[in-house]
């Protein structure tokens, strides 16, 4: 069973930064895409970031030049680098990973549980 462990959310100012984490566990035998979506009430899910095995990355336009998306390949871990904090940019991030647990079986996603961001003004 595959488990992805979300963490680093949390209240910032304006301005400020956080760093979360979310790291994959169980059985793996291979992971693909990893990033983060984030989700406000009565929204959809929207990507902001995301990050392939090979270290490609993509972003969503209201984050470039503010969040920075990493891995660890080693530990299964992706990270959100999160500076110059905004307001809007209080929502609930999840992580998610394209995981495969069995060389002959295709990836599928796995999410986190949801970490909250609040940004005070």
């Known amino acids: 069973q595959v488990q992805l462990v979300e963490s680093g959310g949390g209240l910032v100012q304006a301005g400020g930064s956080l760093r979360l984490s979310c790291a994959a566990s169980g059985t793996i035998f291979r992971i693909n895409d990893m990033g983060w979506y984030r989700q406000a009430p009565g929204k959809q899910r929207e990507l902001v970031a995301s990050?392939?095995?090979?270290?490609?990355?993509k972003y969503a336009d209201f984050v470039k030049g503010r969040f920075t998306i990493s891995r660890d390949n080693a530990k299964n871990t992706v990270y959100l680098q999160m500076n110059g904090l905004k307001p809007e940019d209080t929502v609930v991030y999840y992580c998610?990973?394209?995981?495969?647990?069995?060389?002959?079986?295709?990836?599928?996603?796995?999410w986190g549980q949801g970490t909250l961001v609040t940004v005070s003004s």
């Open positions: 998610y990973a394209q995981i495969s647990v069995r060389r002959i079986l295709p990836s599928q996603d796995y």
């Open positions: 990050i392939t095995s090979g270290g490609n990355t």
